[in-house]
Structures are given as structure tokens and as C-alpha cells.
């Protein structure tokens, strides 16, 4: 095993998902550090994706992973198209309200009502 995605096929077999392949592909590209800071994320919870053993947010990470290397976008009703993962970072934002920015509360007012924020929290109560 050599290679990021070598790590990857090994790890998961045959229930690799595309977005995993997709992340060890760029980790081989570039190098695992890299990835993470276009993730915006630690360079150890991408080892851990490609070895299985992350114990945190799958779909947040694929999500970010989908609007980040595979160009996934969303349809967003206060901002129109967008990428997933900044979808995601506007949701995070978008959790606490602040008077300072209208756009921060503009999207406060959005997220909350937005149907992705719906369904992200229904499936978190079943988990």
C-alpha cells in the first residue's frame, strides 16, 4: 500500500464511496496536507476517512468533499446556485445571529428556514 487511494481500497473494499475515491484521488495529487486546507479541515481527519476509522460526521465531511473536488452545488434561496460546502459554511455561520453584517442576518433568516437546514437536522435526530 503506497498510495493514498491503495490506503483507501484497503480500508473500505468494496464499499468504497465515490466521494472517498475522489478525496484519496486529489490526496494523491497534491498530498494530504493540501487537501485538508481546501477542505478547511485537519489533515488527520482526512488519514482517518481514508483508513475508516473516523468517528465524526460522514455526511458533513461528504458534503464538503462533493462541493469542494466535485463541483456539487446547491440551490440556495436567499443566494441563489452555490457550491455545497459554502452552503455548509453559510448553515454554520447562519446558526448564531449577529446584527453587525445584513448579510449574516439575511442568511440567519435564510438557513433557518432553508429545507437542506430542515432535513440536516431531522437526520441528525435519528442518528
Same mark, same amino acid.
Given at each position: 500500500?503506497?498510495? %493514498?487511494?491503495?490506503?483507501?481500497?484497503?480500508?473500505?473494499?468494496?464499499?468504497? %464511496?465515490?466521494?472517498?475515491?475522489?478525496?484519496?484521488?486529489?490526496?494523491?495529487?497534491?498530498?494530504?496536507?493540501?487537501?485538508?486546507?481546501?477542505?478547511?479541515r485537519?489533515?488527520?481527519?482526512?488519514?482517518q476517512?481514508?483508513?475508516?476509522?473516523?468517528?465524526?460526521?460522514? %455526511?458533513?465531511?461528504?458534503?464538503?468533499?462533493?462541493?469542494?473536488?466535485?463541483?456539487?452545488?446547491?440551490?440556495?434561496?436567499?443566494?441563489?446556485?452555490?457550491?455545497?460546502?459554502?452552503?455548509?459554511?453559510?448553515?454554520?455561520?447562519?446558526?448564531?445571529?449577529?446584527?453587525?453584517? %445584513?448579510?449574516?442576518?439575511?442568511?440567519?433568516?435564510?438557513?433557518?428556514?432553508?429545507?437542506?437546514?430542515?432535513?440536516?437536522?431531522?437526520?441528525?435526530?435519528?442518528?
Amino acid at each position: 500500500m503506497n498510495g %493514498p487511494l491503495d490506503i483507501a481500497r484497503a480500508s473500505w473494499g468494496d464499499d468504497l %464511496p465515490d466521494w472517498i475515491e475522489t478525496l484519496a484521488i486529489e490526496c494523491g495529487k497534491t498530498s494530504q496536507n493540501k487537501v485538508a486546507g481546501l477542505l478547511d479541515r485537519s489533515p488527520t481527519v482526512i488519514s482517518q476517512l481514508l483508513r475508516r476509522k473516523y468517528p465524526g460526521n460522514l %455526511p458533513g465531511l461528504e458534503e464538503r468533499v462533493r462541493g469542494v473536488f466535485q463541483s456539487a452545488v446547491v440551490r440556495c434561496p436567499a443566494l441563489g446556485t452555490m457550491p455545497a460546502h459554502v452552503c455548509q459554511d453559510w448553515r454554520a455561520k447562519g446558526a448564531e445571529f449577529q446584527t453587525g453584517n %445584513p448579510l449574516r442576518v439575511r442568511m440567519y433568516r435564510a438557513c433557518r428556514t432553508c429545507p437542506r437546514a430542515a432535513a440536516k437536522a431531522v437526520r441528525e435526530e435519528t442518528q
